[in-house]
């Protein structure tokens, strides 16, 4: 990518030999670009910063949004729900 981004995620799928957990990965947050985000979208740096990790996420565990077809709209139809859950009462989330 040729210009800053807001969020990468790394994917690393390893299992942990002393827990047996699954790694997911792991994630870097460009916090001074979500921060702008959030100003330009009008939500706040928390709000932003919450989606992306959550965005983050949706990618490690196999998620995608490659184009305009169905796992893109699968992918925002989670994040709708994550962020829905996540946020208090009466405040709205991106679309």
């Known amino acids: 990518m040729d210009r800053p981004t807001d969020v990468l995620s790394f994917p ?12 997911l990965g792991d994630m870097v947050l460009n916090i001074p670009q979500a921060e702008a985000q959030g100003a330009e979208f009008g ?5 932003e910063i919450s989606y992306l990790t959550v965005h983050s996420v949706l990618h490690l565990l196999g998620y995608d949004h490659v184009d305009e077809g169905p796992m893109k709209k699968e992918m925002r139809g989670r994040e709708k729900l994550i962020m829905a859950r ?10």
């Open 86 to 95: 996540l946020e208090p009462k009466g405040i709205q989330t991106e679309s």
């Open 43 to 47: 939500h706040g740096a928390a709000h």
């Open 12 to 23: 690393m799928g390893d299992t942990d030999m002393k827990t047996g957990r699954l790694l």
